[in-house]
């Protein structure tokens, strides 16, 4: 009896997927719920695992092809003996294998191997399955331990091959191509404009100076800057609707739910995984929130459910140290707001020169929704709740 391998349902707007690699050939033996096949999309990376255990009969979809929800991907001689398939990171066991410190060491079980996912990483960047210490269940290797090694082997500089490519051509992956496609038709769509203020980070540097500790001791997790730009977020969208509304056919289409994308940069490229309901979330739950998508975004584990949905985004280029930037509209919605570097500088405080740590934000919006009024309106009242950030308990 043979079983079919059909892409699953990739989610919200999401029609297609390219196939990114199969962890099996043809004639190997594999087991039911066992990944067989990665597919990319335009959003997140997933797995489609056997639907049976037997022997791999065909692959109809091979790597690089473009499939639709519902294709047949291959099928599964089901109860049929394949051929056993070696690891892949089996090779790089016995060429190099890691030192052992005892004999339990020596006797580690096969799901401490990395998964597939893992292997695919490592075949990529070149990097011994030897050399990376796995922190995942069981000391299995995560697609951020690998990523952790090759940040390392990468800070020291090497020297150029005399015999190195001057260029290289590389296929665009799935998500980088919708990126460019999404980005370049929000432009082409929307009417956009930025709108530019400053804001005195002053009193939130003391107040988080004041109370992270505590913070971290009684929430378990740090007191960043995002939860409390998150919050000003909203409550200024709660006071210019426009802002949080997006143009449906000939109708303005107005939210009454805070759910705020949170631009990541990754291996990638850009995701923005979403805060659910940030409204209703404290700054410790929106801290926690944040960390938990961050992570998966890193280790390329998000769902569609993550990232479907947005009214509104917030995005950090601060990390990266850009003091400037007019960030770009993730449609459908009608605004993101911009966060930039704080840095120390001299400005004009009664009368009198002073430096403060000051931070540049921008707001880029639809001028087809938002009139000037009301997007230089928004941003003084995120400069005003950061300022003072009692506005932010007292919901002002």
Do not use: C
Not at 98 to 112: E, G, K, L, V
Not at 232 to 241: D, G, H
Not at 259 to 282: C, K, M, Y
Not at 307 to 313: C, I, R, S, W, Y
């Amino acid at each position: 009896m043979a079983g079919e391998i059909i892409v699953p349902s990739l989610g919200e707007s999401v029609s297609e997927a390219t196939i990114a690699k199969w962890f099996k050939k043809v004639g190997d033996n594999v087991q039911a719920d066992e990944p067989l096949v990665e597919l990319e999309t335009d959003k997140v990376t997933m797995e489609v695992n056997a639907p049976a255990s037997g022997a791999l009969k065909s692959i109809a979809a091979p790597e690089g092809k473009t499939v639709a929800v519902g294709a047949l991907l291959g099928m599964i001689e089901v109860g049929a003996a394949g051929a056993k398939s070696a690891p892949a990171s089996a090779p790089a066991k016995a060429a190099a294998p890691a030192p052992q410190t005892s004999p339990q060491a020596s006797a580690a079980p096969t799901s401490a191997q990395p998964g597939p996912a893992a292997r695919k990483m490592l075949e990529e960047t070149g990097i011994p399955a030897s050399s990376v210490s796995g922190t995942g269940k069981d000391g299995r290797v995560t697609k951020g331990d690998i990523m952790s090694a090759s940040s390392a082997s990468t800070a020291a500089p090497s020297q150029p091959a005399s015999n190195a490519p001057k260029e290289e051509r590389v296929k665009m992956s799935k998500l980088r191509q919708v990126i460019a496609k999404r980005l370049k038709e929000s432009q082409n769509t929307a009417a956009i404009l930025t709108t530019f203020n400053e804001i005195d980070m002053s009193n939130v540097i003391a107040l988080r100076a004041e109370y992270k500790d505590a913070f971290e001791k009684k929430h378990g997790v740090r007191m960043g800057f995002m939860s409390l730009f998150v919050k000003a977020a909203v409550n200024a969208l709660k006071e210019i609707p426009a802002v949080n509304a997006e143009i449906q056919g000939d109708e303005l289409v107005y939210k009454n739910h805070y759910d705020i994308g949170v631009a990541v940069g990754t291996e990638q490229g850009l995701v923005v995984p979403v805060v659910r309901n940030a409204d209703l979330l404290s700054l410790a739950e929106i801290e926690k929130e944040i960390g938990r998508l961050a992570e998966k975004a890193r280790l390329g584990s998000l769902a569609m459910s993550d990232l479907a949905g947005g009214t509104f985004t917030v995005s950090n280029g601060g990390v990266y140290g850009s003091l400037m930037s007019t960030p770009i509209i993730n449609p459908p919605q009608s605004g993101i707001l911009g966060m930039h570097k704080t840095e120390e500088r001299p400005i004009a405080v009664k009368g009198q020169v002073v430096i403060r740590p000051m931070m540049y934000v921008a707001l880029s919006y639809d001028h087809r929704i938002i009139d000037g009024k009301e997007s230089v309106t928004f941003l003084v009242k995120v400069k005003e709740a950061i300022e003072d950030p009692r506005r932010l308990l007292l919901g002002l």
